[in-house]
């Protein structure tokens, strides 16, 4: 299948996802907690994004559930048809639904400024840097994100009662496990070390294994996903 093909199931996915109602909840959420945790006095704005990041990864997560969820089963079937494989297919849409996060994460950057929720006098780390940290820090999240938000989808969990059970678990588990002292952190995502690490000016070689550690976490997950979906229609 050639490229605008792929492109083409991309954007008609996005369309959808844009189309359904349901899909402007996640983003009022969004703004309600960024509204909420960032209304209670200023915070450093590298320290602020890390945590930002770990308060939005349940948002992404459902973003991305809502989209592969208003996709009918016959249409997902001629979208496989279409790409030529049920992996495209699955690719196409992974990486549809890290794309509906990226209006989140410009919320998380730029909503903390417009609520005086940030100050940059007396910073640990300089405003250049805790811009660069905290993208970084949402972006990480978005891999792990997506996992969860793939395997809470309708296609595999297939009842709302299911779904609810693993995108809520899986945000806590990330955030409950991943605390400071936790005895199995890498059972779960590096939300919470990503956050911590951030109120310094992290290094290089932190930073790379923290994305290293999301992006595994994410791989692993995701082929259970795709594992799943083989016994799905």
Known sequence: MSGYGMTGLMAMRLSAYVRAQVALAPLLVALAILGIFYGGGQAEPAEAYGMSAVVLFPIFAWQVKILLDVEPDVQRHIAITAV???????????????????????????????????????????????????LWAHLVAIPPAVALGALASRPISRSAGVSALVLTGGA??????????????????????????????????????????????????????VRLRRFRP
């Open 84 to 134: 030529g494989s049920r992996a495209r297919e699955m690719g196409n849409g992974l990486l549809t639904g890290a794309v509906t996060t990226l209006v989140t994460v410009g919320l998380g950057m730029v909503l903390p400024w417009l609520l005086g929720g940030v100050s940059e006098l007396n910073a640990k780390v300089p405003l250049g840097p805790s811009l660069v940290l905290g």
């Open 172 to 225: 806590v588990l990330a955030i409950v496990l991943g605390l400071k002292g936790s005895p199995v952190p890498w059972l779960v995502p590096p939300l919470m070390a990503t956050a911590r690490a951030t109120v310094n000016q992290v290094d290089v070689s932190t930073a790379a294994l923290l994305t290293l550690w999301s992006l595994a976490w994410s791989a692993i997950a995701i082929y259970g996903y």
